[in-house]
C-alpha cells in the first residue's frame, strides 16, 4: 500500500514539476522581452528593505522581495507589446539643412546632427535629415532654400553666415528656422530682437559685444606698440558694417591707427594683403565672410609669404596655417542648435524662444607659423590659449 502511495506521489510530483516549468518557460519568456525590466527590479529593490548584501568569492549577491519583484517584471512583461506598439507608430521629423560652405556637411552640419542624436533622433528612425549646399556661391542659396521648403520640413536650419538664414527666411514666413551664426540677427531684419525674435526664426548669435575689440586687444598683446593695423572686410556683407564699427572703436581706444582694405573679390583680397604689407602694418584682422572663409588655405599662406600677422576669427584658418585667432566655439554653436530644434519640435514657437549670444570663445595659437614670421608669443597668451598647434 505505502509502495502505491510512493507511486502516486511521484507521479504527482513529476506532473507538477512539468507544470512549473512550464511556468517558470513563460515567466522567462516575458522577461526577456524586456531586459530592462530586470535591471529596473534590481535597481529598485537595492534601495528597499529587506537587502541581503554580502561577498562571496568577489561576487555580488541581492536577495529581494518575491512579490516585489514578481510585481514589477510582470508590470513591465505587460507593458512591453504597448512599448513596442509606441515604438511603431513613432512620428517621423523631417529636419532640412541649407548650407552656404563648402564641407559643412563634415563639420558644423555634423555637430548639430550629433547632438540631435543624442536628444534622440536618430536617421531612418524617427528623422529624416535633408542637408543641401550651396558649395561656397551665395547665388545659390535662394533656390535651394525654396527646393528644401517644398519638401516640407518640420524645421529649416540656416548654416554658417547671414546670407543663408536670409535666404531661408525669403523663402518661408511659417515654416520655423533656427539660424546657427548670424552675427547682427537684429540688424539683418531677421527677428525683431534677441529676446523676442516675433518672427519664424531664431538661432544664435555669433558675436558678442566685446569679441572684436577682444581680438584686438590679444592682437596689441603679441605685436606691442603704435604701429598700424589693418583689417579686410567685404562691404556687401551684412554684418560687416556693424562689425567695423566695433572694430574701429577698439582701435580709439588702443590708440591704434586703422586702415580698412575692402575684399569683394579673390583678387582684391590678395591687393588688400599686398596693400598692407607695402604700408608696413603691424598686423591685419579679418572680418568674416563666405569668400574669405573660403580661401582660408590662401590667405594663410599668402600671410606667411608677405611676413604679415593675420588675426582670424575661426581656428579653420590657423589649423591650415594662420597665425592666431579668437573666436566663438563654432561647432559648440551648432550643438546649441540641435537644442534649439529640439524645443521646436517639441512644440515651442520659434517667437518663444530668445536668441542667444555665445559664450564659450576660443584662443589658438600656431607656433610654427609664429617661428616662420619671427615672432615671439609671450607665454602670458600661451597660458590662455585653449589650443596651441606646434
Not at 510512493?6 to 517558470?24: A, F
Not at 510585481?71 to 512599448?83: D, E, K, N, Q, T
Not at 603679441?222 to 567685404?234: D, R, Y
Not at 590667405?299 to 589649423?319: N, Q, W, Y
Request: glycine share 6%; charged share 25%.
Amino acid at each position: 500500500m505505502s509502495d502505491k502511495v510512493s507511486k502516486k506521489d511521484k507521479k504527482t510530483e513529476r506532473i507538477n514539476l512539468v507544470e512549473l516549468t512550464r511556468r517558470h518557460h513563460d515567466t522567462k519568456t516575458n522577461v526577456d522581452r524586456c531586459q530592462c525590466a530586470v535591471r529596473i527590479v534590481v535597481h529598485h529593490c537595492r534601495g528597499r528593505e529587506p537587502v541581503d548584501q554580502r561577498q562571496n568569492a568577489g561576487a555580488r549577491h541581492v536577495t529581494v522581495r518575491r512579490r516585489e519583484f514578481i510585481g514589477i517584471a510582470g508590470g513591465a512583461a505587460v507593458a512591453w507589446p504597448l512599448g513596442a506598439h509606441a515604438q511603431q507608430k513613432a512620428r517621423l521629423y523631417r529636419i532640412a539643412y541649407l548650407a552656404l560652405l563648402r564641407g559643412e556637411n563634415s563639420s558644423l552640419a555634423q555637430a548639430l546632427r550629433e547632438r540631435l542624436h543624442q536628444l534622440g533622433y536618430i536617421e531612418g528612425n524617427n528623422m529624416m535629415f535633408d542637408y543641401r549646399s550651396a558649395d561656397d556661391r551665395p547665388e545659390r542659396l535662394s533656390q535651394l532654400a525654396m527646393e528644401l521648403v517644398q519638401t516640407s520640413p518640420d524645421v529649416i536650419i540656416a548654416g554658417y553666415g547671414t546670407l543663408t538664414a536670409k535666404a531661408a527666411k525669403a523663402a518661408t514666413t511659417t515654416t520655423p528656422i533656427v539660424f546657427t551664426n548670424v552675427a547682427d540677427p537684429v540688424g539683418a531684419g531677421l527677428v525683431q530682437s534677441l529676446n523676442r525674435p516675433g518672427t519664424n526664426l531664431t538661432g544664435l548669435t555669433s558675436q558678442a559685444p566685446e569679441i572684436v575689440g577682444k581680438r584686438l586687444q590679444i592682437l596689441n598683446e603679441l605685436i606691442p606698440g603704435n604701429g598700424v593695423v589693418a583689417a579686410l572686410m567685404n562691404p556687401d556683407t551684412p554684418a560687416s558694417a556693424a562689425v567695423l564699427k566695433e572694430l574701429r572703436a577698439a582701435a580709439e581706444l588702443l590708440s591704434k591707427r586703422l586702415e580698412v582694405y575692402q575684399a569683394r573679390t579673390v583678387d582684391e583680397i590678395r591687393d588688400g594683403i599686398q596693400a598692407a604689407t607695402k604700408m608696413r602694418a603691424a598686423a591685419l584682422l579679418t572680418i568674416d565672410d563666405p569668400l574669405i572663409l573660403s580661401l582660408k588655405q590662401e590667405i594663410a599662406d599668402l600671410s606667411i609669404k608677405a611676413r604679415l600677422p593675420i588675426m582670424f576669427s575661426f581656428k579653420g584658418f590657423v589649423e591650415v596655417g594662420g597665425l592666431i585667432s579668437f573666436g566663438t566655439d563654432r561647432p559648440q554653436l551648432n550643438r546649441r542648435a540641435a537644442e534649439l530644434v529640439d524645443k521646436i519640435l517639441q512644440g515651442t514657437k520659434p517667437m518663444d524662444i530668445p536668441v542667444e549670444q555665445p559664450t564659450k570663445f576660443e584662443l589658438v595659437i600656431n607656433l610654427k607659423t609664429a617661428k616662420a614670421l619671427g615672432l615671439t608669443v609671450p607665454q602670458s597668451l600661451l597660458a590662455r590659449a585653449d589650443e596651441v598647434i606646434e
